[in-house]
């Protein structure tokens, strides 16, 4: 097993990787919030280093292995993506495939997590808006492309970190909803005809005032652009649940976001498939979220329950369109 990158070690690898001049002081600190990976802010000289390796077991309280090989994943990704969204991602500086240790260009200081904002009660549309042009570029400038469909048609990473997290799991403890739910699944290993993100959440979302960066590309693989869009999707739908009665007007702010984010999409070339489609699959997920490997830890035990009722509506067929899913009285 590769050795744990610490704080300690940080500063003697960007300088052995000629990434820090030799002798440059680097203030190192350990970022917090993520379960998959080791990851620290590295800055000095003027410069600001985002340094991260990936753990090979996740930090949840299932047993949840990935293998760290997916951060040459991430690595190529970022590669191909950051040619077609500049300023939409950070800068790939550095990847050791010995150490599985990545190096990026690190966000300004003050820019902050959309997840944070909208868990606050500040739902900006924009940022949806601006997500699903991005999301849609990439969808469609990826489609068909045997290079990128061939780079990426590895789907050992996504079933590790997404299908038996969640798919799976939520199908061996709720058997009936286990038909459904790999339905979903085999929709998802079947038609791979593009690059899909993998994780395209509000906690990989990082803003500063009208700019925005996606991060963490470590799922990235060939598939069906459904998902990309469900799982944006569900997140807004969990917060809609969570911020009701916590903030006035969230409901439809994040409604607005979903729908938003869906109009953007199509209008830069994104391709999910029918609305119907969409909304079972954000249905799996949202039921991955309360009775999979990986909880939304902030939903209460209430939250959690009206979630999961949503999900199974959803994933049975018994709502068909967004805007349904977001109200409350579906």
Not at 167 to 180: K, W
Not at 203 to 212: E, R
């Amino acid at each position: 097993m590769t050795v744990r990158l610490t704080e300690e070690a940080v500063g003697e690898h960007l300088r052995a990787r000629g990434i820090a001049p030799a002798g440059a002081g680097l203030r190192v600190t350990t970022l917090a919030g993520g379960v998959s990976s080791a990851t620290f802010l590295a800055v000095g000289g003027g410069q600001r280093y985002v340094v991260k390796q990936p753990l090979p077991f996740l930090s949840v309280a299932d047993v949840w292995p990935a293998r760290q090989e997916r951060a040459g994943v991430e690595a190529r990704a970022i590669g191909l993506l950051q040619t077609l969204t500049p300023g939409r991602l950070p800068r790939l500086l550095d990847y050791d495939p010995e150490r599985f240790i990545i190096v990026l260009s690190a966000a300004p200081e003050g820019w902050s997590e959309w997840r944070t904002s909208l868990l606050g009660g500040t739902i900006a549309v924009p940022a949806a808006i601006t997500l699903g042009h991005v999301l849609g570029t990439w969808h469609a400038a990826t489609r068909g492309d045997a290079d990128t469909l061939a780079a990426f048609a590895d789907l050992t990473m996504f079933l590790e970190l997404r299908g038996d997290p969640y798919h799976r799991t939520v199908a061996a403890r709720c058997p009936d909803l286990a038909a459904a739910v790999t339905a979903c699944l085999d929709e998802l290993l079947t038609e791979q005809t593009c690059l899909v993100h993998g994780d395209f959440s509000p906690k990989n979302v990082l803003t500063g005032g009208d700019d925005l960066w996606v991060l963490d590309f470590e799922v990235a693989h060939a598939g069906n652009p459904v998902f990309d869009v469900a799982f944006l999707l569900h997140h807004l739908v969990m917060k809609a649940v969570h911020l009701a009665t916590r903030a006035e007007g969230a409901r439809e702010r994040l409604t607005a976001c979903a729908q938003g984010f869906l109009d953007s999409y199509a209008a830069a070339g994104g391709r999910a498939g029918a609305e119907e489609s969409v909304v079972r699959h954000t249905g799996a997920l949202l039921l991955a979220r309360v009775h999979g490997k990986s909880p939304a830890a902030y939903l209460t035990a209430a939250e959690a329950a009206e979630v999961s009722r949503l999900g199974t509506r959803a994933v049975r067929g018994e709502v068909s369109r967004v805007r349904d899913l977001m109200n409350r009285n579906n």
